[in-house]
């Protein structure tokens, strides 16, 4: 069955730090690929999405992610983390061949103390 | 309106009984999915619509879960003879298009906690 891992659970970061979250899928075929992010005490919202095209792609906020299709990837990133960017993110994956479910990660919380 | 509405924001209820969420997603929108969040386990999908109907019902933990879509727009996700490990976040979500092409926009989401 098709599945999304995120290995890092919790990551705790000081502000001008720079993050990496890891994303892997487990399909060889077309996805669409999205990172969401819960801040404390809203509800979800997108922060990028990758559909097709440059695999490098930039949300909101400052955050980029990068699809590398031979290694089922789609890894957030961002070169200096705020203290605001305190939330839990979530990678999430359309797969072709069962395109109206969106499958979720089990999130990483992030941690940015000033 | 102009986002997606969940009611109860919060659920407290005694194991056994049953309980209604309610989802009115955004307008115009024809899909909606309702995910449950728990504590270390990351958004588990439960079931899709797509205006009334359901194509995917797959993620539904038993047969005391049940929801429906009325008019192509509220839908109403049923927990029966609930226990104790129902308690959680269920999300709604809604968006312009069926599935891989759309964004999910999310609700607030109800907390139900079964004691």
Redesign the interface.
Known sequence: AQSVS?HN?HVILSEAASLELGCNYSYGGTV?L?W?VQYPGQ????LL?Y?SGDPLVKGIKGFEAEFIKSKFSFNLRKPSVQWSDTAEY?C?V?F?Y??????????TRLQVFP | GA??SQSPSNKVTEKGKDVELRCDPISGHT?L?W?RQSL??????LI?F?GNSA??KS?LPSDRFSAERTGGSVSTLTIQRTQQEDSAVY?C?SSRT????G??F????SRLTVL
């Open positions: 995120q659970h669409n999205f969401y509800h979800l919202q997108l999405k559909f979530f999430a359309f072709s069962n395109t109206d479910k969106l499958i979720f990660g089990t999130g | 986002g997606v899909a999915y995910y270390g386990q990351g958004l588990e999908f899709y797509q194509p995917d993620g999300l979500a069926s599935g891989a092409a964004e999910l999310f609700g607030e989401g």
